[in-house]
């Protein structure tokens, strides 16, 4: 057997290295790929053939992929949820400092002194009563989504001292325990605003988030607030902002995605999407999401997926089907009467469902025809239907 991979952008040489090379063929230019691995490129606008079985995000956000009409198609999106949160997390605290310690402005004043001048110390002295910045502690920062990053941020800023406290109404059982006890609970996100000197978000970019920090939230917010953006660029309303800076409020906002209306405005401090931008944050992401691709083209398994269940069962030694379909009754019930007709058994199976989707992995007691697998995929409501190789094939 051999599966194909198509790859965007520049992926971590490690988790490239992930692929048996006996197994795979790994390029940026295959026609008809079984799987795509990918970080940040625009996914909205390439055509998907119907080849493709699984995609793969080497990172956490999925707004760049078309979520929606792969689930349709019954193809699981895989990403690498928390393989980054450390790199983001040292550069959300490098962008309060660069905040609170004026760095941008002291580093170009410095640029800009001239080396041949007798008087450069005393330049260097006199000049730098105009960068006087403050200390953290004491500040209080307000974290908006508290997953895997902001959780990080968290409890990072309480490690120096901050006052922190967190709005997110789903946070999860999991990331709930990772967050240190100080970090109090904002009612809701005009609290949180109001009451914040820091504000971080690090929520997804989806629909009910696009333009979450509007005009009517940044009014809330203290007249010297800093603004940190590590997220998603469409979380804040640029026009919004544009207009509170020009009125001389926030007396920051840090942003990891520039824009070229942000450019040369005062107070805006634009990084080049550099968050997860650390050899160890890459090789994280890159070699998470090979081995859940590999383990679901291999094996059918799902671990890590944004639309699909988390469903992994050992294999047998026999034939896999790998079933996706829509979250209705008797769909279960529907396969195993074909496969039964076909005088197949079922030796082991498992199934479960995340909202409008399900996915079924059935292990067999023998080799199932073409025309099983068609009238399978036949039902009324299955999306995708996978004959996986046999172990050692
Ligand atoms: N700058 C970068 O390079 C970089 C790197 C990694 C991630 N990111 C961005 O950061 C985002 C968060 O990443 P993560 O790994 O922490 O994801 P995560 O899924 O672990 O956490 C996101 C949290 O946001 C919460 N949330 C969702 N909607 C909310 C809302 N309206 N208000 C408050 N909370 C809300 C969720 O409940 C969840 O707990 C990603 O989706 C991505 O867009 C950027
Ligand atoms: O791949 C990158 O460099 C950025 C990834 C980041 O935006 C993410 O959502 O994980």
Redesign the pocket.
Known sequence: MAFQIRTYNQIAPSGLQAFPQSLYQVAPDIASPDGILLRSANLHEVPLPETVQGVARA???V?NIPVTSLSERGVPVFNA??A??NA?KELVLAGMLLGFRHLKQALVFVDELDPSSPDFERAVEGGKKRFVGHELPGRRLGV???????GQVANAARGLGMEVIG??????VE?AWRLSSDVRQAPN?EALLAESDVVSL????IE??RG?INADRLRVMKDDALLLN???DGLVDRAALLEVLGKGRLSVYVT?FPHPELQGVERVLSLP????STVEAEANSAVMVVNNLRDFLENGNIRHSVNFPEVIMPRTDGPRLAVANANVPNMVGQVGTTLAEAGLNIVDLLNRSKGDLAYTLIDVDGPVPDRVQAAIQAIDGVLRVRRIPDVGA
């Open positions: 990172g956490a956000g707004n949820p928390g980054n949160a983001v908006v989504g508290l997953g895997a990053i902001g709005f997110d109404p789903g946070l999860t990331h996100l690090h929520v997804p970019l009910a988030t979450l590590f997220a998603r990891d999407h550099l968050g997860a």
